[in-house]
């Protein structure tokens, strides 16, 4: 029992996208461009050549916030989605039929239809993988060459997440929503 | 146009790679005789058993340690592996994909040899002996080794080696050592060769940069956060953006790098040079040098100070030139001294840009010196290097074998240097030595080459230019993992095994935290391929006896030798002896036989010599003749090792990892004093100017950026997820970005009517290449981008083949005068829409 969550200090981000493979490689994610757990977004720097505004570039690693409230679950009718005992908003696929609520009350935009069981898909924090395994990071925060992630478990106050809350500035996506995400990026 | 808002849907207009499994595809002439290939693409994961073997990187240069999982003999995924201080604990995207490197469908399988015409890939599968006869004595298609060192006369400089970077470059260079060419040509010119040996004349090494300890760091043309290296990419980025260290990039482009900065000023391709020039311009007249410094450290200051303060380098003179504003200029020289000595001009390791290269690095040499920051805590150092053991090669003399080919003339000014530039290096100049030798101007005949790991139809300017070489060489050899649009030139094709399946050389990792790292085997060889050093032993078994019956024929030093092998040339001794193995000697030789004669003079001549041993056996001897068994044991089970390594090594946080104490870093190994010769930096090189170059970095006005109306200057560079043409073919990389796009500015592609994802022309003297477009404001309007390493014309690479567009089949073969690199940024570009 414990309840994960992720921080991400983004300003690390440099868009190389190794979190990408390395989540596919680790999860058997399918490939192609909509087949995404995770991803990196970014924007082009305002202005016009050559005065571009640097600041305005930023690098925004996102995925499934794993949220508190979340829409997702609220939506199944299958209970397919729901909370695992960590927190971790999960998937059963075999629950699964596709009916593709959650995708639309999803605010973030993190799932997507796997082809190959022709159920929805979505970031789990490696909980059937790594976690599975006994390791204690997700395959893209333990690849990150900048090491933008540190995943770990926000109800004790001496892991390195909770640590890490508490003495830095962070905000989480779409906070008025009120879904209540578990990923924090760090300022 | 604003693209890539997220990643999704910047990828939803461009790749149609949406399903690849059971997908089929087209099977090419190369494998015709194959049965359909099986696409097996998909990941996969298990839970159950795993081992785990600690290996090494070889996606691109930069040998990142990696740990990887191995399932029911199938590699199931590659983690960073934490113990490795160059690399810490990360793998970029390539080193995740280097999976589908392992299982890439298209790879290498077996030995071939060529039945189609030349350059066509029409190829039959043979076995490994077959393939070595092929390459002894040809086949009704192509000569042999024999015929042609026989028409030569046993001029070993009639083969041509050549190879790409690697950990086993070394053993490959071996078999050329002992085959006895002159004729090498490496990376080196069509990479670092201007920095490397800019920095070594200056400051007397390559220095690396303290990123971790610098407070402000000028990058100009390098891209960190794009072209990866290990430990500088992941260490600067955690500090930019108000986080210790100020980061200024310079780059005609604004690059990942760029958004990572603190600050970011465009420059016109070529003119980095008057850019220093003006920052020395401004910490010599304004005296913020490190005095103390220069003082006891610099060779020709004076003379220095002199010719940038009477030349009129001001800022205000370069802004001209670089069009960035002067005033930016003061603020950087005199920002960068403030933050002295933990400031850095980042020297940058990737190809010469412009012709005047060479001069540029030389001058970013000074001007760090200028400031103190050698050898020294935040500022370029030098590092210390873990020193392994020796390994015998073999070195036989050839008296037929002719000097390299290159020649030294004298220059229209009187003074003497080389044909194709300044100075001959040990890598040689590749562009130079292939015009050479189209247009006829060697010393003597060159019929034969063995290439290793090496693709020059996409490495080097002038594609066209590569393939006339290729189909006159009489005899090509390419060992190589992946069927290159140079191995489709081949006559013989040796498949090697991918990293993933093989021991590597053992090396060393110079640096404040120096270590040994060791690439391992993971998984055995799939299908018939075999590491280098194994296809070099079936090879020389195979030609070592015939090629030596050839010397035997032309060498009168060998002839001598068999006819008066004297005594006093030999050690024989008798295992049972009871007397001195001296005497000994001189009874058994005086009763040697003509064969006993003839073994004894092979045997300086038997080149399978070298690769006798194993890999594991070699590496083996290196280290532990130095460390002892500790180290043996701990490449073999963690991949790295380095004295003191079990006390050292502990996990810090949940990311990170100490390697050495803050005291046992090699911040400082030669007191501040740069390492060359004189202990001086050397400003002024007057050998230098007896070979025709500049003794001092000085601007010419042949220098300035001119691109005439209506065109575009052509710059190329490297990418987080694609290592020039080595990657072009892995499904997990398409998966990122499918194809290349050329970067061109956003007004004036609209005044084109050019779209996001419209395909172009691209073209200059040399010849075209189609490509998409990417209209952006993060580029000059008469300058265009596109990375490096697209376009392949191999259609036995599924993905790669004809996808994007290739550089080199435009960038004109323009040779930087004072090693022979090859000047990339040189060329000018027509673009119409297609």
Redesign the interface.
Known sequence: MATYGMALDYKNCINCKACEVACKEENGIELGAEKHRIWVGGNEPDGIWPLLNAASAAFMPSQCQHCEEAPCEEVCPTHATYYDDNGVVRVDPDKCILCSYCMNACPYDARFVDSRTMTVDKCNFCSNTRLARGETTTACQNTCPTKVRIFGDLDDPNSEISVLLRTREHFTLKTHLGTKPKLFYVM | M???????RF??G??A?????GASFGVTSLLAQEEERELE?????G?GKAKFVPTLCEMCVNKCAAIARVEDGVVT????NPMFPKSK?????R???G?QALYDPDRLKYPMIRVGEKGEGKFKRVTWDEAYNAILNGTDKFPGVTKILDEEEDNRSSFLFCAGEGMAEHTFKTFYSAFGSTNWLNHSSICLQTVASAYGVTLGAYPAADLENATYIIMAGANR??A?V?PD??TL??RT?G?GAKLVCIDPR?T?T???????L?INPGTDLAFVLALTHVVLKEELYNKEYVEANFNDFEIYKNHIISNGYTPEWASKIT?IPAGEIYTIAREFMQHAPRAIYYPGRRSTFATNDFQLRRAMAIFQALSGGIDAKGGLVFGKKLELGSHESLEPMYFQAQGRAVQQVTKANGKIGYDDCAIATGSGSWIAWRNRFLENRMPYKVRGMFIYKHNPMMNMPNTKKTAQMLKKMELVVAIDTMPSDTVMYADVVLPECTYLERTDPVNTFPGVEPSIAQRNKVIEPMYESKPVIEILRGLTQKIAKPLFEITKKHDMDVQDSLANLTPAATVVTDENATVPSDTNATVASTTLSAEQKEAEVFAEFDISKPFLESQEEINAHLVSEVYGEEAVTALKEHGVFYPNMKQFYKQT????FQYYPEKEKAYTINGGAPKTASGKVECNLANLAEKGADPMPTWKDEYAFKVPKGKFRLITGRH??FTQSGTANN???H??M?TNYIWI?A?VAADMGIKFGDEVEVSSKTGKTTIKAYP??????NVVFFIHGFGAESNALTWAYKNGGNDNAIIEDIVEPVYGASAMHETNVEIRKV
């Not at chain 2, 693409?41 to 994961?45: F, I, N, R, S």
């Not at chain 2, 995924?77 to 960073?80: F, G, I, Q, S, Y």
């Not at chain 2, 952006?776 to 309007?781: G, L």
């Open positions: 604003r693209v890539e808002v997220s990643r999704r990828l939803q461009s790749v790679l949406s399903v690849i499994g693409v998909m990941t996969k994961t839970t995924k590659l983690d960073p604990n990360m793998l970029c995207p080193g995740n994909a999976i956060a794009e990866i290990t990419t992941m980025f955690k953006k986080r604004f990942n760029a958004a990572k900065a603190d600050k970011w465009p069009m946080s949940v990311n990170e987080a997820q499904i997990a990389l998966d990122l499918h500015n007004r952006t404001e993060q580029i000059a309007p």
